[in-house]
């Protein structure tokens, strides 16, 4: 089992920046894969980004390209999201997600563990 606990959202404005965390543990994280997903009010849950393993290899959705980073820190067991230029589109629950294999995919039905989320809210 595997318990992910994400942190970092919150309220800015259109043009902010904001970094989310998640905090992995329960086995080995730098074995797998890692994603991040967000679903705003009334839309399905949707690809942002993802890493792989090493961090070798990253993979972003369109909407997110070249405004979001997702990186790694296998040391310390936690990937990061890095959102610069937010835009109120970007309002969503942000979840962290795992695979159980080592190459990063960005359907949701490749991961099998999930954090809980946190809001992000951008106010034009």
């Known amino acids: 089992q595997v318990q992910l606990v994400e942190s970092g959202g919150g309220l800015v404005q259109a043009g902010d920046s904001l970094r989310l965390s998640c905090a992995a543990s329960?086995?080995?994280?730098?074995?797998?894969?890692m994603g991040w997903f967000r679903q705003a009010p009334g839309k399905e849950r949707e690809f942002a980004a993802g890493?792989?393993?090493?961090?070798?290899?990253?993979i972003y959705a369109d909407s997110v390209k070249g405004r979001f980073t997702i990186s790694r820190d296998n040391a310390k067991n936690t990937v990061y999201l890095q959102m610069n230029s937010l835009k109120p589109e970007d309002t969503a629950v942000y979840y962290c997600a795992s695979r159980t294999s080592l190459n990063v995919v960005d359907t949701s039905g490749g991961y099998a563990y999930w954090g809980q989320g946190t809001q992000v809210t951008v106010s034009s």
């Open positions: 890493i792989s393993w090493s961090g070798g290899r990253t």
């Open positions: 329960g086995r080995t994280f730098a074995n797998y894969a």
